[in-house]
């Protein structure tokens, strides 16, 4: 009776009086992530997968862009910074391909892994790479264009920054097959250095003055096709079939519409989700393949609905 | 010393305390281990909660500084900022620049511009506009911030705004304004630490719970302003949580005080286990009279064995419920009829032994006066010279002496054949010489003790019985023996003997009128008494051929020995 009583007594002190501290600290990989802009769907449903991904595989991201697609200036300043923050990874779209170059050996030094995302290397370093086959797009928005168009017909390109390997790609993939798969007549591969709708519309404008007889327009991102699709409204150039590239909502719907022949998918959104996963693999010691492509198909009319649908969808996961 | 009494408790309160105490032992160890197992479930739960919602307010943070940190590189690098580095007498295009950097972020105090060419630093903020020449506090402040070559640039640089006439803290980004490798001049961009605290802190502060943001072990924001820039202290019993921002190189801490959580829980403990001691307290009254009912038979047995102890045999217990108190009644009962059984036995052999020695006494022919009346007549028989009647007279004297005088119940062979002499000689007298006694007693048995009295009843019975009236001389030979440790006495006589029949009523006691055969019945009863097994009468006899009675008993050379 007494040994309970003790115990008793015991139990009640020691539950009552315990002199605790818990401390927990949370620390995460961290990787900065810097992409070319933040002004397009596109670049939208890349950071929402790449946020998406973060927080499943918790990882610490940030994510910075600089205020165009051309301000390749104000991109390296970024990677200057963050280099000095020393993250353990650092993905990368770069405004400059070849301007980003210099900086890699000073990222290795760090200790950081650089991975490319949405564009590609200029060089033929091993640093992997998400994102689209850019060239393999272009051949694809070619042929959607060819089939769609009367032989002989004269077609352009507009096409986006070209020290951006993303749209050059494209670009040279389109030309490639229009040059050598039909008999189509090439025109020009017409830069817009920011890829914006208003610098689409420009160029259209310019190849309608210059080519009245052109049919068709490949233009290596949505926003431009935009651009393009509105001069042509404007211009009463209904007749004049576009293709773009990018999944976006607003591109989509004019799929839908008729407005635009065709567009290449590129999922934004798969895209950023892939990054991070492969980012992860890398930091966690896995093996990884140099290039991770994200797959593009072609939207049309047919399947437009499809593709806006699951756009949506995409959006709200 | 002080001697405190000890309480003795019976069987009835150690049931009720131990059963009492079991309870209240199970349930406070019940409460105990609940209130521990809620306190890790409410310290797990009150963590992930913790965590999850210092995410959220890291995120706030680390977008706050993200607005602040593109705005400052984006406009330190954009071509209408270099254009206006230069000296101007009003500043206007470059203060409605800094205010529209200021104004593209809400969290954006102010921005400082500072001018290298004309030596001038413009603020934009909140408070207005101003335009100042350097100064040593200005100098003093840019360098505090610029110097940061090597460290995260991502990370504000947190400090006391001591360029200004109010002085407050803010996270300064700051990018240098360059045109090629010429500097023209430095881009401040200021996020007050009040705003910073009502947008990342002030939501997730509660009674218990106060949240920090640090860099090192440094607390750069928090409710009290007072503390900043001082070391985090540290308390016990506490849950810290603290989160690294993903961009800067601050952590978000939140700081709760657990006791003041479990509060709550340690009172409903408390509670739990006070109302368990009242309950149980009340529970005492009918396990009371549970207790008392099962333990009545238990109380019955107990008064029954008293009024036992007291002397009462025939008193038996109830017998209530076959359970294991009723086998202890009923065995009580058992024993207590046994008992009962022995002292009958003891008192019935004692009542037994008395009446025997009554009747031995009734045997005796004893009155004094008796023999000293005899007295008188021997002498005046001796004095007319009647030697005969004298003798006789002395004969019977001694007779009736030895039956009275000597009051144990042993004596000696020696005295007990003087009796039957002394008998003999008056029978003798009686009969006219009719029989003859021979006595052949071995000497070393004189002394041994035998019973009185035990010799003479067979002499009488061969006189009075055995006599052949007809015939010659009737012969009676008394002998006494030493057999080993036992005394053989033999009475044999040569006189009519005895017929199948009457050897059978003698040995059995028939008797055939009230006073016949009662010497014979009361020897062996005598032997029976002293001797049990070991002492016996037989009779050997056959009709005109004499009877022989014999005696064995065991030796006794002390009156005490066989006494009773």
Redesign the interface.
């Known amino acids: 009776m007494k040994k309970a009583i003790i115990l008793l007594t015991s139990m009640l002190l020691l539950s009552g009086c315990g002199q605790q501290q818990t401390e927990i600290k949370q620390e995460q990989k961290s990787v900065v992530a810097i992409v070319k802009a933040m002004d397009s769907l596109h670049w939208l449903s890349v950071q929402d997968g790449m946020e998406k991904a973060a927080s499943e595989y918790h990882v610490d991201l940030t994510i910075l862009w600089p205020e165009s697609e051309d301000d390749a200036e104000v991109q390296t300043g970024i990677l200057e910074d963050a280099i000095s923050s020393k993250p353990d990874a650092i993905a990368i779209a770069s405004c400059d391909s070849e301007g980003i170059l210099q900086y890699v050996p000073e990222i290795y030094e760090n200790g950081i892994e650089l991975f490319y995302m949405d564009e590609e290397a200029a060089d033929s370093s091993d640093i992997p790479y998400i994102g689209s086959d850019n060239f393999y797009a272009g051949e694809m928005a070619g042929e959607a264009l060819a089939k769609a168009v009367s032989d002989g017909t004269q077609v352009a390109v507009i096409a986006g920054n070209q020290k951006q390997t993303a749209h050059s790609k494209r670009a040279n993939g389109f030309r490639n097959y229009i040059e050598h798969k039909t008999s189509l007549q090439f025109l020009e591969i017409y830069e817009v250095p920011d890829s914006t709708m208003s610098g689409g519309r420009t160029a259209m404008r310019q190849l309608l003055e210059q080519y009245p007889e052109i049919q068709g327009v490949f233009c290596s991102s949505a926003m431009m096709v935009m651009g393009a699709m509105k001069e042509c409204r404007a211009a009463q150039r209904k007749d004049i079939k576009l293709v773009g590239m990018d999944t976006q909502s607003d591109a989509l719907t004019a799929v839908q519409n008729g407005d635009i022949l065709a567009m290449v998918s590129q999922n934004g959104y798969e895209i950023g989700y892939r990054t991070i996963r492969t980012i992860v693999q890398r930091l966690n010691g896995e093996e990884i393949s140099k290039t991770t492509h994200v797959g593009n198909e072609l939207i049309t009319q047919s399947n437009a609905g499809r593709f806006l649908k699951e756009y949506v969808e995409e959006g709200r996961k | 010393m002080v001697y405190r009494k000890r309480i003795v408790f019976g069987l009835r309160e150690k049931v009720i ?1 131990t059963v009492i ?1 079991i309870s209240m ?1 199970a349930t ?2 019940l409460s ?1 281990l609940f ?2 197992r809620a306190v890790d479930i409410i ?1 797990n739960s009150h ?1 992930e909660a913790i ?1 999850s919602s ?2 959220v307010s890291a995120d706030t943070f ?1 977008s706050v500084m ?1 607005d602040g ?2 705005a400052c ?2 406009a ?2 954009s071509e209408e900022m270099k254009a206006l580095m230069h000296r101007d007498t009003t500043y206007e295009k470059l203060t409605e620049l800094l205010e529209r950097i200021r104004e593209s972020s809400s969290s954006i105090y102010s921005v400082y511009c500072y001018i290298t060419e004309a030596d001038i630093i413009v603020k934009v903020g909140r408070e207005g506009i101003e335009i100042a020449e350097n100064s040593p506090e200005t100098e003093a402040w840019i360098s505090s911030i610029a110097d940061k070559k ?6 504000p640089t947190y400090n006391t705004d001591i360029s200004s006439a109010i002085q407050r803290t803010f996270f300064t980004y700051e ?1 240098q304004i360059k045109n090629g490798d010429e500097t023209l001049g430095s881009l401040f961009v200021n996020i007050d630490e009040r705003d910073i605290y009502f947008k990342c802190l002030q939501s997730e502060e509660t009674k218990n719970t106060n949240c920090y943001i640090t860099k090192g072990n440094k607390v750069v924001s928090a409710t009290d302003t007072g503390i900043l820039n001082t070391a985090l202290v ?14 800067t190189d601050y952590s978000m801490v939140s700081v709760s005080d ?1 006791t003041a959580i479990t509060a709550e829980l ?1 009172k409903t403990r408390n509670w739990i286990l006070l109302v368990a001691v009242l309950l149980n307290f009340v529970f005492c009254i009918p396990v009371f009279f549970i207790v008392r009912r099962m333990m009545y038979p238990m109380k019955e047995l107990e008064k029954t064995m008293n009024q036992v102890k007291e002397g009462d045999l025939t008193i038996r217990a109830d017998i209530y419920r076959h359970d294991e108190i009723g086998n202890l009644s009923e065995n009580f009962n058992e024993m207590i009829e046994q008992v009962e059984r022995l002292i009958d036995e003891l008192v019935k052999e004692k009542m037994l032994k008395k009446e025997a020695e009554i009747e031995a006494l009734q045997y005796q022919i004893t009155p004094h006066f008796m023999y000293n009346t005899l007295s008188s007549i021997r002498y005046a028989a001796l004095m007319q010279n009647s030697n005969e009647i004298a003798a006789l007279l002395q004969a019977f004297i001694e007779l009736l002496r030895l039956s009275a005088s000597d009051r144990g119940a042993f004596i000696t062979i020696q005295q007990e054949i003087r009796m039957v002499h002394n008998y003999v000689t008056l029978q003798q007298f009686r009969y006219q010489g009719l029989f003859d006694v021979v006595f052949d007693v071995e000497h070393k048995t004189e002394q041994f003790y035998v019973p009185r009295l035990i010799i003479q009843p067979l002499v009488e019975n061969a006189i009075l019985h055995g006599l052949n009236h007809c015939e010659g001389k009737n012969r009676i030979g008394v002998r006494v023996i030493q057999v080993g440790r036992f005394l053989a006495i033999q009475v044999k006589d040569n006189g009519v003997g005895m017929t199948q029949e009457e050897q059978y009523n003698l040995t059995h006691g028939v008797r055939k009128s009230k006073f016949s055969g009662i010497g014979i019945s009361n020897i062996r009863e005598r032997l029976q008494l002293y001797y049990g097994d070991q002492g016996s009468l037989t009779f050997y006899s056959s009709p005109q051929h004499g009877t022989t009675a014999m005696i064995t008993l065991p030796i006794a050379d002390h009156p005490d020995i066989y006494t009773i």
Do not use: H, P
């Open positions: 305390l105490g032992l406070a160890f105990i209130y521990n310290r963590e965590a210092l995410s680390d993200k940190y593109l590189i984006y330190a690098y090597g460290e995260n640039q991502f990370s990018k540290k308390q016990s019993n506490t849950i810290s949580v603290s989160k690294k921002m993903a961009m657990f340690r």
